[in-house]
Each structure stands twice: as structure tokens, then as C-alpha cells.
């Protein structure tokens, strides 16, 4: 069962901008229907702990011509959407987790899409569809050798285990005795099951609806591949368009400055002229009067040599 936006609302009553959030697992959800909010405690690297909303449970990837469900676990922090996201990969108990250039041993995902996050541009909805075509081209995950001969369709709910980093608690296949919540698995497509070595993962099973199309979504909320190309290319070009829209502000604002430097400068100049010429007048006012004085002195003497009386 969907979560509603008034559940949403109340999972994230601490989360700073709650709204944002909420709007954003909605879209999500809307899309991907096996990955389901929940409220659970994730534990840091330093060791303390923090009550998050996590989406969790899988995502359609194409790999050779099949399409598999990868499972994954999204961590939100309370400061979303302008932090990114910790993402891990979530084996089952019969899959291994495959270590790459973007999953260390640990599960966790690592992506220059995260290491850039930037909010608008970067969202939910963009990360998925880049998660799609990277683990489409590098699976992140290989079935063990010891897979069991039988899976079970997946269940329509996520894992009610908290996940702790360095503590990988695989989640057994839906169905499993020792799984009765029913955490999504994998299982296999008309009969054939997952290799037992080399890297491999279980095919999702024939449904009554439609699967994935080249045209847009399906209704089981799987996406074609020509729609995820569409959609990275469109992320792609918002964040170019974005980081271009930054380097204009910036420039602009340095210009600005610049302008505003160059008029102080004006200024400044013309007050130095106005003093300059200030200064001339008062020299030569100056020496004007020290020639008047000097001209008075004389013409005293003079009279007074002469037996005149004294100028007043």
C-alpha cells in the first residue's frame, strides 16, 4: 500500500524543508513502486545515531538484453534536499555485492552525481535514472554459488532492519522462513535461474502488465531505455545550464564591481584635482598678500624717511 502525503508529512515532521521532500518521494514512488519510506535509525561513521526516512527496495536495471532488480537503500538526511542522499546497495542473502569504481565492499554508492549534489538541479528522480545506466553497464551485485534452485516473486514491501555501515545484514528472498516481512528478492523469468558464478543477477518474473517499453514508463513503474537516456541527457543539460547561469551571476558580479571600483577611482580623482587646484588658489593668495605686506612696509618707511605720518 502507497504511502500518502498526509504519512509523508508526519514521517518528516523534524526535516527542515519537509515539503520539498515530500514532493519529491511522491514523484518517486509514483514511478518506482518498490521502493517504500521508512522511518529507521542509521548509525555514522562516528557512531552516533540519528532517526531517518530511508527509501528502500528495488530499482528495474537492463543488463544483456534482461532487466533485473537491483536492491538498493536511500538514506535521506533531515537536511535534504540540500544534502545529498546516502546510498547503499542492499544484497539478498543470496547475492554478493560486486566492488567497483562505484560500490565499495560495504554496499555504499559512490557517484560524482552525489559528490556535486546541488539542489534544484539535483534530485531523487535524476540520481535513480543515473544509478539505472551505471549499474546497467557495472552490476553491482553477483549471485552466490550456493543461490537456491527456487525464488519467490518479490513482495510489495521494504526491510524493517536498520542498515549500520560496516555491518551488511544481507536480506534473505521474499518468502524465505527467515524473512517473513517479505523484503523485495530476486527470482527468475520463464524458468531459468541466476548463474552460480561470474556476475549475474535474478531476472524479474513474467507479469500480467506490460514491461518496459522504449517509449516511456510502464505501468509497473519500469522505464525504457530510450526514457532514461532522455531524462539524463535533460539532467544533464540543467546542471550545464545551471553551472553556466552560476559562471554569468559570478562574472556579472565581478564585473559589477569592477564598474563600481572604476567609479570610485573617478571620484577619487576629481577630488584630488579639486584640492590641487584648491591649494594653487591659496598659494597664490598667499603670495599676493605677502607682496601687499611687504609693498605697505616699504611706503611706511618711505613716509616715515620723509616725515610723513603713518598709513592706516
Known sequence: MAVSEAQL?????????????????LNVTGLYRDLKPMLDSYVFNDGTSRELLSLAGTIPVPYKGTTYNIPICLWLLDTYPYNPPICFVKPTSTMTIKTGKHVDANGKIYLPYLHEWKHPPSDLLGLIQILIVVFGEEPPVFSRSSAPAQYMYPAQGPPNTSYIPGSMPPYPAAGHPSNPSGYPGYYPAGGQYPPTSGPGMFPQPPVPHPQVTSSGPARDGTI????IRASLISAVSDKLRWRMKEEMDRAQAELNALKRTEEDLKKGHQKLEEMVTRLDQEVHVRLLSRKQFQLRALMQKARKTAGLSDLY
Open 9 to 25: 508529512k508526519k514521517m518528516l515532521s523534524k526535516y527542515k524543508y519537509r515539503d520539498l521532500s515530500v514532493r519529491e518521494i
Open 224 to 227: 525504457g531505455e530510450d526514457t
